[in-house]
């Protein structure tokens, strides 16, 4: 069983620019849930996908998109980069909107 | 508005002593809880997790208890082992089928050998 993996590991972007990141989803699962975790603090909720559409959203702007594929990985494109938008950014697969999720490793984004 | 609170940041216990890392919640809507642990460089692995109509839920060295009406659940650790040394995250979510975790700042665990 291969677990859920994220691409790239690290990233350093220019303030205006625009980012994608990706996510495959653990074998089995259809529903992707993606966080932003800034320093100290917990994983904020950004939005999750199910079966290809957005199955609901946390409180970021518009800019935050996402998109699911019909293999159910997933990308997350950031456009207008701002300095407050480094952070690890993790995603999570589960069984269902409701099952449990399993992170991968994340993706730490630096803007400068 | 942090809906989820863990006011511990840090905890060190003796190797073979229990653990107890403690969360609170303001939101009584949620019904599903969590706790997820972290090393560096990796993502939050699940530890174990607990239904609203439970008080208690144990997993070989770990127990996760929920008190309701204070609004507070924590996770037991016994015995602590030096590999449990990591971050650990406690997260709520609403109704059966509500995709949205919310989880607290984390509280650091280190178990001295």
């Known amino acids: 069983e291969t677990g859920v993996t994220q691409s790239p590991t690290h990233l350093i972007k220019t303030r205006g620019q625009q980012v994608t990141l990706r996510c495959s989803s653990q074998?089995?699962?259809?529903?992707v849930s993606w966080y932003q975790q800034a320093l100290g603090q917990g994983p904020q909720f950004i939005f999750q996908?199910?079966?290809?559409?957005?199955?609901g959203r946390g409180n970021f702007p518009p800019r935050f998109s996402g998109l699911q594929f019909p293999n159910y990985s997933s990308e997350l494109n950031v456009n207008a980069l701002e300095l407050d938008d480094s952070a690890l950014y993790l995603c999570?697969?589960?069984?269902?909107?409701?099952?449990?999720?399993?992170f991968g490793p994340g993706t730490r984004l630096t803007v400068t | 508005d942090q809906q989820v609170k863990q006011n511990s940041p840090s905890l060190s216990v003796q190797e073979g002593r229990i653990s107890i890392l403690n969360c609170d919640y303001t939101n009584s809507m949620f019904d599903y809880f969590l706790w997820y642990k972290k090393y560096p460089a990796e993502g939050p692995t699940f530890l174990i997790s607990?239904?609203?109509?439970?008080d208690k839920n144990e997993d070989g060295r770990f127990t996760v208890f929920l008190n309701k009406s204070a609004k507070h659940l924590s996770l037991h650790i016994v015995p602590s082992q030096p590999g449990d040394s990591a971050v650990y995250f406690c997260a709520a979510s609403g109704a059966s089928g509500t995709y949205k975790y919310i989880f607290g700042t984390g509280t650091r665990l280190k178990v001295l050998a």
């Open positions: 999570a697969s589960s069984l269902g909107t409701g099952g449990e999720q399993y």
């Open positions: 074998s089995g699962h259809n529903t």
């Open positions: 996908y199910y079966r290809e559409e957005e199955n």
């Open positions: 607990i239904s609203s109509i439970k």
